[in-house]
């Protein structure tokens, strides 16, 4: 029987950390085993702390987020509230579960400079390097190296990002899920506010995202470990926290590799 090993390609969601925007950064409030002494007494009438093992009831944590803090798979609701063709945009809890646990590959694009627009002949060049042709449903996940900053102050301005064409190579083709360890799919809006201020095109703003309109698909933001896995051969688990109407949910994405 074939063992596994299990990569963990998520990041941890965690205070004073660049993860995010400054906006949008996430907070927890960690309550520990003493704070919440008074809440066992109110639960449970006549009991002192003293009587509980070590004088501790529970810890929890009161957490301040956005459905795009930490490792997350996007909904097209995420990109608009309509379809092009003017049908409802799929919301989180209504992404099809089968397309969360799929065969994957990976492509390396860590030598493309930060807001680089990757093309459609840039993804076929990387298909060609790996001996792959993608199969519907294949989870495509992009190395961008901007996972190796994570943390720093420029994490989020780093990476290249994928623009309309590359994103609808990968749709025609049934992909439904792709994912880069990058803050976004587009590339970081510093460098496309540069370009929008050049040249006032707004079609360049989100243009990866907003291929999502023309075919529905979903992407994983802010992954990790994506050097540690090879270019094909492997599963990609990445089911999302089910909330209701959500534009994204929270995943604990892990890839899976059989060995003989």
Not at 24 to 29: A, N, R, T, V
Not at 71 to 89: F, K, V
Request: aromatic share 10%; glycine share 8%.
């Amino acid at each position: 029987m074939a063992t596994k090993s299990f990569i963990d390609l998520s990041i941890s969601i965690e205070n004073g950390v660049k993860s995010d925007p400054d906006r949008y950064l996430p907070k927890i409030d960690y309550v520990s085993h003493k704070d919440s002494s008074q809440d066992l007494v109110d639960f449970f009438p006549g009991v002192s702390p003293d009587d509980m093992f070590n004088g501790e009831a529970w810890a929890l944590e009161n957490v301040s987020l956005t459905t795009h803090n930490g490792t997350h798979l996007d909904a097209p609701y995420h990109y608009g509230s309509q379809m092009r063709d003017g049908s409802p945009t799929m919301t989180i809890d209504e992404v099809p579960l089968d397309w969360c646990f799929r065969p994957a590959i990976k492509l390396d694009f860590r030598s493309k400079p930060d807001g680089y627009i990757v093309t459609a002949d840039d993804i076929e060049g990387e298909l060609d390097r790996i001996g792959h042709k993608l199969s519907p449903f294949e989870i495509v996940l992009m190395n961008t190296g901007a996972g190796n900053i994570f943390g720093r102050e420029e994490y989020v301005n780093s990476g290249c990002g994928f623009g309309r064409a590359a994103t609808l190579y990968l749709l025609e083709r049934g992909v439904k899920v792709t994912g880069t360890d990058a803050w976004s799919w587009d590339a970081p809006f510093v460098h496309t506010a540069r370009r929008y201020a050049s040249t006032k095109n707004a079609s360049i703003i989100w243009e990866g995202h907003k291929a999502g309109l023309d075919i529905p698909y979903c992407h994983l933001e802010k992954l990790h470990n994506l050097h540690t896995l090879p270019d094909k051969g492997f599963m990609v688990s990445c089911f999302p926290t089910k909330i209701k109407g959500g534009s994204a949910g929270w995943t604990r994405a892990v890839a899976i590799i059989n060995a003989d």
